[in-house]
């Protein structure tokens, strides 16, 4: 059992940048994947990003390409999402996730690829 707590959301201007953090307990965090998902009100749960265990990293939306990025420290149990030159349009809830199967790519960017999820939290963005 994986349990996954999620911090660092909040309220920003738009320009400004979060750091979002999920420390995970049980299992063994170094041996899984992790990933960041987001779901704005009214719409599906999309892929953020995601890193595997190598560090390598896979982003989801073209529209946080260069803005935002995922890192774990398997040390500390936690991955990261850096989000710089934050958009109103990435005011959503976001999620982070684990994956403790075999890699498969064809559920790298589905919610139903992964095990475990946080409760979220919550980043808004104002105009």
């Known amino acids: 059992q994986v349990q996954l707590v999620e911090s660092g959301g909040g309220l920003v201007q738009a320009g400004g940048s979060l750091r979002l953090s999920c420390v995970a307990s049980g299992g063994t965090f170094s041996s899984y994947a992790m990933a960041w998902f987001r779901q704005a009100p009214g719409k599906e749960r999309e892929f953020v990003a995601r890193?595997?265990?190598?560090?390598?990293?896979?982003y989801g939306l073209d529209s946080v390409k260069g803005r935002f990025t995922i890192s774990r420290d398997n040390a500390k149990n936690t991955v990261y999402l850096q989000m710089n030159s934050l958009k109103p349009e990435d005011t959503a809830v976001y999620y982070c996730?684990?994956?403790?199967?075999?890699?498969?790519?064809?559920?790298?960017?589905?919610?139903?690829?992964?095990?475990?999820w946080g409760q979220g939290t919550q980043v808004t963005v104002s105009s």
């Open positions: 890193i595997r265990i190598s560090g390598s990293s896979t």
């Open positions: 996730a684990a994956d403790l199967l075999p890699y498969d790519p064809q559920n790298v960017a589905r919610p139903l690829g992964y095990d475990y």
